[in-house]
């Protein structure tokens, strides 16, 4: 498989010939293209997936369901809030804090949102309350949810995280294939 990082403020013709949409991340698999971030990591999981993060309980769905719809607006809402300028950002914060309340109560009493060790669930949903806790995060770690930081920083600092996080230069027609992974 090859890898093309995106510029998003730069999205190469190339690039929206294959996704219209302009979204992030995308597969073409060859035989399909995949936009959606959670059908993109359950086809890569359904290619190799050793730690068998998708033997999650339908509850695991639910969760991602919930990350994706109520708690993704609120994150829009607040770290885009220039683009929402009729939107109150205190009320869409206490949208998140709703959610992440909820992850909080579950991660008071498992390592894990679903038990003791990641799923699918952890993985999908991590990125989005790390992107809502970088918009302010001395705001964020002042609201008590001692059990969602706990499993966030965890996740930062682990090897698994350094490893995702590799840069590339973005990708231009005719450049030189980066091989994933």
């Not at 964020?140 to 949810?145: H, I, T």
């Not at 350094?162 to 996080?165: D, G, P, T």
């Given at each position: 498989m090859?890898?093309?990082?995106?510029?998003?403020r730069?999205k190469?013709?190339?690039?929206?010939?294959?996704?219209?949409k302009g979204?992030?991340p995308?597969?073409?698999?060859g035989?399909?293209?995949i936009?959606?971030?959670?059908d993109?990591m359950?086809?890569?999981?359904?290619q190799?997936?050793p730690a068998?993060?998708?033997?999650?309980p339908?509850s695991?769905?639910?969760?991602?369901?919930e990350?994706?719809g109520?708690?993704?607006k609120?994150?829009?809402?607040?770290?885009?809030?220039?683009?929402?300028?009729d939107?109150d950002?205190?009320?869409?914060r206490?949208?998140?804090m709703?959610?992440?309340?909820?992850l909080?109560a579950?991660l008071s009493e498992?390592e894990?949102?679903?038990?003791?060790r990641?799923?699918?669930?952890?993985?999908a949903?991590l990125?989005f309350?790390r992107?809502?806790?970088n918009?302010?995060?001395?705001w964020?770690?002042?609201?008590?949810?001692a059990?969602?930081?706990?499993?966030?920083?965890?996740?930062?600092?682990?090897?698994?995280f350094?490893?995702?996080?590799t840069?590339?230069?973005?990708w231009?027609?005719?450049?030189?294939?980066?091989?994933?992974?």
């Open positions: 090859i890898l093309r990082e995106i510029l998003l730069d190469p013709g190339a690039f929206l010939t294959t996704s219209p979204t992030v995308v597969i073409d698999t035989a399909e293209i936009e959606e971030s959670r993109v359950i086809w890569a999981l359904a190799n997936d068998c993060w998708l033997n999650m339908d695991g769905h639910a969760l991602i369901d990350c994706d109520p708690f993704k609120a994150l829009d809402h607040t770290k885009y809030a220039v683009r929402y300028p939107v950002i205190a009320v869409e206490a949208k998140a709703a959610f992440l309340a909820t909080d579950r498992t894990f949102l679903l038990g003791q990641r799923t699918l669930a952890d993985m949903i990125p309350v992107q809502f806790a918009t302010d995060r001395n964020f770690d002042a609201q008590g949810l059990a969602v930081a706990r499993w966030l920083d965890a996740f930062l600092e682990s090897a698994d350094a490893a995702i996080m840069k590339y230069p973005p231009q027609e005719g450049q030189d294939a980066v091989l994933f992974p």
